[in-house]
């Protein structure tokens, strides 16, 4: 049976609902093999709860908050994973006064696992997000962006394996075109590559030469876009790929209460998922591996 095909659990419902051509019967939960995924998007420097005067997110969010759920959820299944889809930066009066030290020390502290980077995670310029590195005791991601003439140079990865459970799980990121939402003076000779190519050639090398049970895309190139159809997506990167299996966002801040199952461009099923932004909500997504055939749990938690 092909170890890529899985079946997908949506929101908070109790049973398992099958995708495709797998049936309930060839899964057993009990017996699987469990790794959790958790992930954020677009925090923007919030580091306190919104004020509670907000008439959007009164009280929510905040890195306190953030950091006890994880904890939590870490309590309840070890064999978690923490990733950031980018803008971890925003001109704020913390970032104004740190820099992203702080940012950073706290996401460390938290345990994040991987990050990619964002067109704000620019906004004290490249030398100043290189200067913020030593306070990441995490990984930068970014398969598309070629810092080869710049001071990120060799810093940043274009993807990491991680080994949980037993479970290969394959990681790679892609940042949004930063010609035209940057000023350049910020990104210098930063590179820009077509995110497909590239999204292709890393499923490649994490699915057949790494032989990962598990391909992650931390993406900041935005969930969809109506009024450009011609700009690359999250939605239109499934379309126009094969062998990933989840699509982590961010860039357009999008609240999605729970993945989005779509279909790549062979047919197979996929994830997409964001979870707004300013550190509201964490996006938490239970995978189950049993023999040859893998199944998904999705949700989003208010912080």
Known sequence: MDRRKFIQQ?????????????????????????????????VHSHIEPFAANDKLYANMGGVARRASLIHSIRKENPNTL????????????????????????????????????????????????????????????????DFKNTVLDTHVKPYKIFLKNGIKVGVFGLGI??????????????????????????????????DCDLVICLSHLGYNYKINSNKISDLKLASLTKGIDLIIGGHTHTFLKKPTVTKNSIGKNMLINQVGWGGINLGRIDYYFDRETKGANGTTIIV
């Open 82 to 145: 923490l990733f950031d889809a980018g803008d971890m930066f925003l001109v704020t009066p913390y970032f104004n006064f740190y820099g992203g030290e702080l940012e950073f020390k706290l996401m460390s502290m938290m345990g994040y696992d991987a990050a990619t980077i964002g067109n704000h995670d620019f906004d004290n310029g490249i030398d100043g997000l290189y200067r913020q590195l030593p306070h990441a005791q995490f990984d930068l991601l970014s398969a598309n962006y």
């Open 10 to 42: 949506s929101g908070a419902t109790a049973a398992f609902i099958g995708i495709g051509s797998l049936s309930l019967q060839s899964f057993n939960k009990n017996s699987a093999k469990h790794i959790t995924i958790l992930h954020t998007n677009d």
């Open 177 to 210: 075109e930063l010609d035209g939402l940057v000023d350049n003076k910020l990104y210098k000779e930063t590179k820009y590559n077509d995110p497909v190519a590239v999204a292709q050639d890393m499923s490649r090398i994490l699915n057949k030469e790494e």
